[in-house]
């Protein structure tokens, strides 16, 4: 079992949706969670971090914890073209490195 | 805004030869990370270092070494080149091993081929 599972997509999604990108982790001393966003040929950005259980907004984009679960979301309000790009979860297990997914890949079709 | 450089954008070498990647960040940033990304295996961690001569293997260290002589300084090293080793090497930096100060920064990347 992978540490961090994504689907790899593509998800595609018309402009204007909401676009739900999921996570799910199997270390549960992680305490952190991310998510980056990768532009093809392009290093990933961070957009959103996330420590406690609930919801976290920023603006268009909201993450989403569930500890119990092992379950962490990133949901995009009011997509756009230029959201299209792989989306990659990363938790802070028991070190100091990220553990990363392989990444969604977005498709938000004009 | 944090900065982290890379040495190279592309580089081209050839099986055998010794290769070195170089990354710098310019914030005082305690920990500095190597990645490799491949198509559909994400991002992979090759090392990291929490301080200065300070290093622990990543997931995949196999084939690579790193030095840290310089706070602001990780160089990733690839003693004798193969093609297996073709690939996006990322570095990234963060401030520290405390909790809401582990975001990692990255630098642009290394796209390197072995011939």
């Known amino acids: 079992q992978k540490e961090v599972e994504q689907n790899s997509g593509p998800l595609s999604v018309p402009e204007g949706a909401i676009a739900s990108l999921n996570c799910t982790y199997s270390d549960r001393v992680s305490q952190s969670f991310f998510w980056y966003r990768q532009y093809s040929g392009k290093s990933p950005e961070l957009i959103m971090s996330i420590y406690s259980n609930g919801d976290k907004e920023d603006g268009r984009f909201t993450a989403q914890l569930n500890k119990a679960s092992q379950y962490v979301s990133l949901l995009i309000r009011d997509s756009q073209p230029s959201d299209s790009a792989t989306y990659l979860c990363?938790?802070?297990?028991?070190?100091?490195?990220?553990?990363f997914g392989s990444g969604t890949r977005l498709q938000v079709q004009p | 805004d944090v900065k982290v450089t890379q040495s190279s954008r592309y580089l081209v070498k050839r099986t055998g030869e010794k290769v070195f990647l170089e990354c710098v960040q310019d914030?005082?940033?305690?920990?500095m990370f190597w990645y490799r990304q491949d198509p559909g295996l994400g991002l992979r961690l090759i090392y990291f270092?929490?301080?200065?001569?300070?290093?622990e293997k990543g997931d995949i260290p196999e084939g690579y070494s790193v030095s840290r002589e310089k706070k602001e300084r990780f160089s990733l090293i690839l003693e004798s080149a193969s093609t297996n080793q073709t690939s996006m090497y990322l570095c990234a930096s963060s401030l520290s091993g405390l909790v809401m100060q582990e975001t990692q920064y990255f630098g642009p990347g290394t796209r390197l081929l072995v011939l």
């Open positions: 990363a938790v802070l297990p028991g070190r100091r490195a990220l553990t």
């Open positions: 914030m005082d940033h305690e920990n």
């Open positions: 270092s929490y301080d200065v001569k300070m290093k």
